[in-house]
């Protein structure tokens, strides 16, 4: 399962190539100039952020949202790649569950490869989100809040840059929309929502997200999390056959407490 796909040698002078999750550990990996392959973990710092540098580098729209919200250019590397081996990992099983659980006719409409990649993918913006707002054992104050909130789109123009498809991308940049359009980022009038992958990338977010503990509360119960989440049902927020795969998939599969 790839994370992200680069093509560019990097200055250590092996090519990055992807990221890879191995029974729930994340590895980069990289060919040498004889072609060899190599796995490294999640502790080859220099090479991840040598990596993002360069995406950084592929795409000025980065520094210059960066710039927008005065923050500096800091790459949080451990915070990625505990990501990739936790939430992100975790998204990706439920978005898969919901996945498989809607009707044939909705499958049809998106593929099983771009639910997968866009749920690996999602919150990869949050490497450039200073830890001091990502990690705040509190509520966030406005501007926390709105420097937060450009994870997605930062993740979506590091992406760009990489061989990855426009479907993918638009999941990446929208995962915090909702169905009534009042999630971010803020939508122009004749932007296109491909509202179907965004429910299901969207929804598992949320509930993998309520199922982990965070710095500011204690981890949800499957009922507490789908009760959450069917307040949103109820609001307009998620599509009613989106929640009923959920819960599907959950009351099957979800065997935590
Ligand atoms: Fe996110
Ligand atoms: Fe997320």
Known sequence: MFLF????K??????????????????????????????KSGKEEKLQKAAVRRMIRLNPTVSRILERYRIKPCIDTKTLMELAGGHMNDTCKVAMGIYS??????????????????SMLHDLGKVLIPSKVLN???????????????HSMLGYELLKT?????????????????????GYPMIKSDEHIPDLGVQIISTADKYSALREARVYRRRLSKIESLLILYKEVLEGKIHKDIYKALVEYASKYDKAA
């Open 162 to 182: 990489q061989n990855i498809s426009e479907e993918t991308l638009d999941l990446v940049k929208y995962h915090h929309q909702n169905l009534k359009h009042s």
């Open 10 to 39: 990097d200055k250590y002078e092996m090519q990055l190539l992807g990221a890879v999750q191995i029974s729930g550990h994340s590895f980069f990996v990289y060919k040498n100039f004889d072609g060899e392959i190599s796995l």
């Open 136 to 150: 705040k054992p509190a509520k966030l104050n406005k501007k926390e809040r709105a420097i937060m909130n450009i």
């Open 5 to 8: 796909k680069s093509h560019k």
């Open 101 to 118: 659980k809607l009707s044939a006719n909705l499958r049809s409409l998106i593929s099983e490869d771009t639910i997968k990649e866009a």
